[in-house]
């Protein structure tokens, strides 16, 4: 049996790791196509944000599937791409239009350190495969992390059909869902969803600090 990968802290001892990760890591080996995001940033939204630090969550689909694109956090792109946007160009016009101010950082990892964690429902992808893993049973680890967060009230952003399945249960967290920010889908109801607002009202009332959603200070 396979040890789980290191960094997890406390999202190390879920099932998945033992019972499904070894099947999927054996696949993974075996895809003749580059797979991305690298494994070793894989795991990046679980060890950057530990389930007692998690205050919200954005799940959407898949990683992106162009080479150098994608870095372990669900639509975050690595600061100086210099590439297209796309899903994340629609999440920064939605920022400025919910909240008035602009975002141009695209690396998200300042969201992440703040408690959110930006999660996909499938957790890699081959090079220009879009959706290509998404049976390869990475729903099991998705399900999982969702029932550990269901102890406290959190915000749950769920942005496409895929990431809507994954809905948590308790009635104390707030949950929003919308179309995936993708350039095929953003104008099906993501544009003008107000997730980011609505998120903030939800910690204040709850005397939470709000996300700085916008570029970091």
């Given at each position: 049996m396979s040890p789980p990968p290191e960094g997890l802290g406390g999202w190390a001892d879920l099932p998945f790791w033992a019972d499904h990760w070894p099947a999927i890591k054996a696949t993974l080996a075996g895809e003749a196509r580059p797979?991305?995001?690298?494994?070793?940033?894989?795991?990046?939204?679980?060890?950057?944000t530990q389930p007692d630090?998690?205050?919200?969550?954005?799940?959407?689909?898949?990683?992106?599937?162009?080479?150098?694109?994608?870095?372990?956090?669900?639509?975050?792109?690595?600061d100086g791409f210099g590439g297209r946007l796309d899903s994340l160009g629609n999440i920064f016009k939605e920022i400025r239009t919910d909240l008035g101010a602009s975002r141009t950082k695209t690396s998200?990892?300042?969201w992440a350190d703040q408690g959110v964690l930006l999660l996909n429902t499938a957790l890699s992808v081959p090079q220009g495969a879009a959706s290509a893993h998404a049976r390869l049973g990475w729903d099991v680890l998705v399900k999982q992390v969702i029932a550990r967060l269901e102890d406290a009230p959190r915000a749950f952003v769920?942005?496409?059909?895929?990431?809507?399945?994954?809905?948590?249960?308790?009635?104390?967290?707030l949950v929003l869902t919308a179309a995936h920010p993708s350039p095929l889908s953003a104008h099906r109801g993501f544009f003008g969803s107000?997730?980011?607002?609505?998120?903030?009202?939800?910690?204040?009332?709850?005397?939470?600090?709000?996300?700085?959603?916008?570029d970091p200070a």
């Open positions: 797979v991305f995001p690298p494994q070793d940033l894989m795991f990046a939204a679980l060890r950057r630090d998690t205050r919200v969550v954005i799940l959407g689909q898949d990683p992106y599937h162009t080479p150098g694109k994608a870095d372990g956090l669900a639509f975050s792109i690595p998200l990892d300042d769920l942005w496409g059909g895929p990431a809507r399945r994954f809905a948590p249960r308790a009635a104390h967290h107000g997730p980011f607002s609505t998120v903030n009202t939800w910690l204040t009332t709850r005397s939470e600090r709000p996300i700085h959603w916008t």
